[in-house]
């Protein structure tokens, strides 16, 4: 959320910002901890979840059964494991290499066994790809069937995995695969559209609306305290071109953007009834298979406008008051509308920059957001848009090839 917020065009510096996130706000971020610290600190942290995992299941089918009922959970532990290890490695791709490229020699090491002496070499792209999609696939076969009633947001089960399957697809322009499998978790049924105060409060943790997959925080103010601290400091401000790009019908306006004392804030993990920026990370959401299903309609071989503009259309209509279906002259023009609305609709939960870097555009910020040109833009397929390898690690790791364009 942090990374891609603040190396796209979601955020500004706020008015109580005294230096934080500038490397990486600046596009100037590195590979060591001096000025890359915001940005290699997934690499340890993606890699040290699957280390986690690859310890753990091959226990799972050795640890002793004492309790009735101990036998069933082996099957669902492991679907969860293996499904986690999957969404790491993943991730790990979309930060550390290129825009999709199934040759591409640079992916990212594949990790299935725990070995703290390990000196892995970069997969293919392909080749990480294919182990991500293998143990979706495994943990889909392992993990709980779920309906309307008995939906359980906080585990993956078969519903969750095939909106990580949806995800894949999408990043690998496997449009119908995209199109079939948004469908099945959209058909499920098991969180439907809201709006009004439905959808406020989601973000306000007044209820799970909407959300497929999140990560419960207690009293863990992880999500909202890196944009306004607990003292009401603003870190970073919505950019001028987000807030600009929202309707005043639109309920998302107030819902993810606030104004206090004069300061514009980012008000989508803001406050719940835990306490300040004490919120839940709400890691899939239902409008995210529209807006999936919706570009991969618009990108077909031969493209289907009216199911996308449907689906656009429906999700819209949610969010703006009084709003009349707009039709789509193109699969350009579709998609286009497609790609703001992604912008508009999943702002700050860590979709924009690899969005961007995905379909190949460039990342431009209006010049109200920046206090230089210098960090206005960031070309398509500029090298920034992959992340720097961690200068640990490739001193470590002599057989760690880091990615072009750092020093």
Do not use: C
Not at 135 to 156: G, I, M, P, R, Y
Not at 239 to 256: F, P, Q, V
Not at 261 to 290: C, H, L, P, T
Request: charged share 25%; net charge negative.
């Amino acid at each position: 959320m942090y990374v891609s917020a603040l190396a796209s065009d979601e955020v500004k510096f706020g008015p109580d910002n005294g230096g934080s996130g500038q490397f990486t706000f600046r596009l100037q971020y590195g590979v060591d901890n001096t000025t890359g610290g915001d940005v290699t600190a997934g690499f340890g942290a993606f890699y040290t979840m699957i280390d986690q995992v690859n310890r753990v299941l091959p226990k799972v089918d050795v640890v002793e059964a004492t309790r009735p009922g101990d036998e069933a959970l082996r099957p669902l532990l492991k679907g969860q494991l293996l499904g986690l290890r999957a969404l790491a490695h993943f991730e790990l791709l979309q930060w550390y290499a290129k825009r999709y490229d199934a040759a591409d020699p640079l992916g990212i090491p594949i990790m299935t066994e725990s070995n703290l002496l390990g000196r892995p070499a970069r997969n293919t792209v392909a080749e990480v790809l294919t182990q991500i999609e293998t143990d979706l696939a495994s943990a889909k076969s392992l993990v709980a069937d779920e309906n309307a009633s008995t939906f359980n947001d906080l585990v993956l089960n078969k519903i969750t995995i095939a909106a990580i399957e949806a995800r894949v697809a999408l990043h690998k322009g496997e449009w119908q695969k995209a199109i079939d499998l948004a469908t099945t978790v959209i058909n499920s049924g098991v969180k439907p559209l809201v709006t009004g105060d439905a959808f406020r409060g989601i973000w306000t943790d007044q209820n799970t609306n909407e959300i497929l997959f999140r990560l419960r925080y207690e009293n863990n103010t992880i999500n909202g305290a890196i944009w306004t601290s607990t003292g009401g400091n603003v870190i970073f401000s919505p950019s001028d071109k987000l807030t600009n790009s929202y309707d005043d019908e639109d309920i998302r306006k107030d819902a993810y953007i606030g104004e206090m004392s004069g300061k514009r804030y980012v008000n989508k993990f803001f406050v719940s009834s835990r306490g300040g920026r004490v919120v839940d990370g709400k890691a899939i959401r239902i409008a995210e298979m529209y807006l999936i299903r919706a570009e991969a309609y618009a990108r077909l071989a031969t493209p289907n406008i009216a199911a996308g503009a449907a689906d656009l259309n429906l999700l819209r209509s949610k969010r703006i008051v009084g709003y009349a279906n707009q039709t789509f002259g193109s699969a350009n023009e579709l998609t286009a509308a497609v790609t703001l609305e992604r912008f508009k609709e999943l702002a700050f939960e860590g979709f924009r920059f690899f969005d961007l870097k995905r379909m190949g555009l460039p990342m431009q910020r209006d010049a109200s957001d920046v206090d230089s040109p210098n960090w206005q833009t960031l070309p398509a397929d500029n090298p920034r848009f992959a992340l720097p390898i961690p200068q640990d690690e490739i001193l470590a790791n002599p057989n760690m090839v880091p990615n072009p364009g750092y020093s």
